[in-house]
């Protein structure tokens, strides 16, 4: 929820910034994406030119990078 200022309590912004978040307001519409929690097993596809490897590994959702034009993508934590 986007914050709400001392002046904004009691007007019709208020009402506004209760039903919606900050993404859907930065960007006008909701996130597309899936919805992950934060430290959840994800698994990260992996492109290889050994064709025996497997196509994924296991790892774990550390956030969202935002790309430019609001793409968004989780990437490797690098270790």
């Known amino acids: ?5 001392p002046h904004e309590v009691g007007t019709e ?3 506004m910034k209760k039903n919606t978040t900050r993404w859907a307001l930065a ?10 929690a934060f430290g959840q097993l994800v ?3 992996v492109i290889s030119p050994d064709k025996m490897q497997a196509a994924a590994i296991a790892g774990i959702f ?5 790309e430019a034009g609001f793409r968004y993508r989780y990437t490797l934590p690098k270790f």
């Open 1 to 5: 929820m986007p914050p709400i200022l």
């Open 13 to 15: 912004s208020e009402a």
């Open 27 to 36: 960007v006008g519409g909701d996130f597309k994406g899936p919805k992950l």
């Open 43 to 45: 698994y990260y596809r």
């Open 62 to 66: 550390a956030g969202w990078q935002i």
